[in-house]
């Protein structure tokens, strides 16, 4: 059974960071597409950065140049690197895994965490 348990969020102040793990288990994982999604209240969920088996990197314009993802194949765990982070990034998180090219394309995954939320404050 395939298993994606973040953690890492909870309240910061605009300005701040934080770091979101993604500890991934049940199968392996290392050619595959790995995401990070969020939802905030009111939103439809969005796509904000992915990673693929060869290292590619897709972000969301929104994030560009604040955010960094990464993965540690031999740990099987995917991070977000969050900084500057802005009221508007306050959403719940979600980690997932999908087929190699899925980018940023919520169909693309069929894998997903139960999510961890972040919340920032002005």
């Known amino acids: 059974q395939v298993q994606l348990v973040e953690s890492g969020g909870g309240s910061v102040e605009a300005g701040g960071s934080l770091r979101l793990s993604c500890a991934a288990s049940?199968?392996?994982?290392?050619?595959?597409?790995m995401a990070w999604f969020r939802r905030a209240p009111g939103k439809e969920r969005e796509g904000v950065a992915n990673?693929?088996?060869?290292?590619?990197?897709n972000y969301a314009d929104s994030v560009k140049g604040r955010f960094t993802i990464s993965r540690d194949n031999a740990k099987n765990t995917l991070y977000l690197d969050m900084n500057s982070l802005k009221p508007e990034d306050t959403a719940m998180y979600y980690c997932?895994?999908?087929?190699?090219?899925?980018?940023?394309?919520?169909?693309?995954?069929?894998?997903w965490g139960r999510g961890t939320q972040v919340t920032v404050s002005s």
């Open positions: 990673i693929d088996s060869d290292g590619s990197t």
């Open positions: 997932a895994e999908g087929r190699s090219g899925a980018g940023l394309l919520m169909y693309g995954y069929g894998y």
């Open positions: 049940g199968y392996t994982y290392g050619t595959y597409s």
